[in-house]
């Protein structure tokens, strides 16, 4: 990946997108405050389950073609009222970069914008972005009205 970032339109298929919402929806699903401490939670996913691995092959792939250094997913869940302030992640590595897909499983009514670079990124249910969180200024709105929902794979790779 070459540009700041890319969206992918229709990244999710429809038999992803009910597979993913109804594991978001799981009643014994455990989530886990997120990094930023404003309001959203990740949940870890089970990278042994078939249908989760290759959707994690699937999402790499797009992410970067080349030799990766580890990898991380997350299912996101933003909760009515949360939302992530603008900033840049530290680099993960000296001397790599971080790409990270995400991809919408549900979105909110209202609010739940994702912005890149103070410019706002239209995603419907199964488009995702590719991006350099560790190179760009990223935020999300207050979410209002429902939740929003993310399928969130990160790795790293060499400059």
Not at 35 to 44: E, P
Not at 66 to 73: E, L, S, Y
Not at 98 to 112: E, K, M, T, Y
Request: charged residues 20%.
């Amino acid at each position: 990946m070459t540009a700041a970032w890319r969206v992918v339109a229709g990244f999710l298929a429809a038999p992803e997108l009910a597979a993913l919402r109804a594991l978001c929806a799981e009643p014994a699903r455990a989530w886990d405050r997120g990094r930023q401490d404003t309001g959203y939670f990740k949940s870890a996913i089970d990278p042994a389950d078939p249908f989760l691995a290759a959707l994690i092959a699937r999402s790499l792939a797009a992410l970067y073609p080349g030799a990766r250094h580890g990898h991380d997913t997350w299912l996101l869940r933003y909760p009515d009222g949360s939302s992530i302030p603008p900033h840049v992640d530290p680099p993960l590595r000296d001397g790599a970069r971080h790409a990270r897909l995400n991809a919408i499983i549900a979105a909110p009514p209202a609010g739940g914008e994702l912005r890149l670079d103070d410019q706002p990124i239209a995603l419907a249910a199964g488009d995702a972005v590719v991006f350099y969180p560790d190179r760009v200024r990223h935020q999300v709105s207050a979410v209002t009205g429902g939740e929003r929902w993310i399928w969130s794979v990160g790795c790293n790779h060499d400059a």
